[in-house]
């Protein structure tokens, strides 16, 4: 018998084996962005994919539903964006003052709201070949022990005992992850983020149409927005975790300083983000995490989105290949490969996303006038929204850039983290951070000037 024949003659007995015994060849736990991406991925590839969720769909999650350009690259194929409305400008503010606003004849990014999202994306998952199963939690995986029958299996215990077995299974469980806790993720930065959908009349409605608000908050690392979708407003705010009482402070002053107080929230929520460390690991045996359940976000802004939709999509492909491989020396080179993708990629952009939260906790008064101010600087915002350009690819390519944030992250002598409640910090800030003049003028007829 040839090798060949052999070959496909084990092949023929793994899959009469995994049809006796229900063995799925990808589990995808979670069924946010990261989650149907990563489902989508495996279905795509021709395999057996079981997407698991403990919510009924579409629920609703906290977030404030920007759909930046690396977002919309990674969508399936045919996907139409629900958006709620079309961002052309930008209000910034330092703590409800200051304020300026960027102009672009262009789109800047979109905005959805996230059960609608979330639901069409499962709905693509699905149409590729996903099945589906909601009100289900899971309690744990184990990759050993009397539930696993072979070395190539991994058992998914859910709630009342029932067990899913699978050759490969990736957590996208969010940021409180079991499947995180498995393969023990580390945790860097942890951050609270607040949010109200404030229903609001037509006229206020119209006012905001085509534009949002961000504004840089009174804490380090700290800021709020504004964002309009039709007749509702997501209002919210993020700083640093143990800031509890001052982030609520933040939001409630935010929402009277903007005129909203007036208005009763449909919800209010809270949410916690969490930031991987550099050295967390992002699999564990064949299992492999992705989006918020392996800390994958942008560290200054805390977007997520994107980084949930292109983590989840390589963690599909990728668990694909750890479903194929017939030892553990297999599987293992395959994660490894899923985690250098991820850290050539969005590791990068991490990294720098780090350093901008450094610069943005000690100078928030200069990166406010740097970046209403300067020319240069909105179109990098402008080039990173759209999809153009990224942070990890401003630094690499532009020395300039790399000057300019070295230069900001010096720290004022006798200064120590700001996010230390007893440490000093550079707090001197400009009367106008942006002075009387503006660099960019009304000239940038594209991304057309400053207005008060």
């Known amino acids: 018998m040839s090798s060949e024949n052999s070959s496909a003659d084990d092949s023929s007995a793994d899959d009469v084996r995994d049809d006796v015994q229900r063995v799925w060849d990808v589990v995808v736990v979670g069924a946010g962005p990261a989650g149907a991406s990563a489902a989508y991925a495996a279905a795509v590839a021709g395999r057996r994919v079981l997407l698991l969720e403990k919510a009924e769909l579409p629920r609703y999650k906290t977030c404030g539903g920007g759909i930046i350009g690396p977002s919309r690259d990674c969508l399936p194929p045919g996907f139409e964006l629900p958006l709620r409305d079309r ?64 070395r190539r299996t991994v058992a998914v215990v859910l709630q009342g005992g029932e067990t899913v077995l699978a050759r490969a299974v990736v957590g996208a469980d969010g940021s409180a992850s079991r499947i995180g806790a498995h393969v023990g993720v580390k945790l860097d930065q942890v951050d609270l983020g607040l949010e109200a959908e404030i229903p609001v009349p037509e006229t206020v409605a119209e006012d905001w149409k085509g534009r949002v608000l961000i504004d840089w908050g009174p804490m380090p690392g700290s800021y709020g927005w504004v964002f309009p979708k039709g007749d509702t407003l997501t209002v919210g705010v993020i700083s640093a975790r143990g800031e509890g009482a001052a982030t609520k402070r933040y939001l409630e002053e935010f929402v009277g300083r903007l005129g909203l107080a007036g208005f ?189």
């Open 87 to 150: 961002v052309h400008a930008v209000t910034f503010s330092h703590n409800g003052r200051f304020s300026r606003t960027r102009r672009s004849r262009r789109m800047l990014f979109g905005l959805i709201n996230r059960p609608e999202f979330d639901h069409q994306l499962v709905e693509h998952a699905q149409k590729a070949g996903a099945e589906l199963r909601t009100g289900v939690t899971v309690q744990r995986v184990e990759q050993h022990g009397s539930a696993v029958p072979d």
């Open 264 to 452: 009763e929230p449909s919800i209010s929520s809270g949410h916690l983000t969490r930031c991987r460390a550099d050295d967390s690991p992002l699999s564990r045996g064949r299992v492999l995490v992705c989006g918020d359940a392996a800390g994958l976000l942008e560290p200054w802004t805390r977007e997520g989105i994107s980084f949930a939709l292109r983590s989840g999509r390589l963690a599909g492909e990728w668990a694909v290949r750890i479903a194929e491989a017939h030892d553990a020396v297999d599987a293992r080179r395959q994660a490894l490969n899923y985690a250098f993708a991820i850290k050539a990629g969005l590791g990068v952009e991490m990294s720098v996303g780090k350093s901008m939260l450094t610069v943005f906790e000690r100078r928030p008064g200069l990166f406010h006038a740097v970046l209403t101010g300067f020319r240069p600087a909105w179109n990098a915002f402008t080039g990173i929204t759209r999809g153009s350009t990224s942070l990890g690819e401003l630094v690499r390519s532009h020395p300039l850039a790399q000057r300019a944030l070295t230069a900001m992250d010096r720290r004022p002598v006798g200064a120590t983290d700001p996010r230390n409640p007893g440490s000093s910090r550079d707090s001197a800030g400009p009367s106008d951070p942006t002075g009387s003049s503006d660099p960019a003028g009304s000239a940038d007829s594209a991304d057309g000037g400053v207005s008060p």
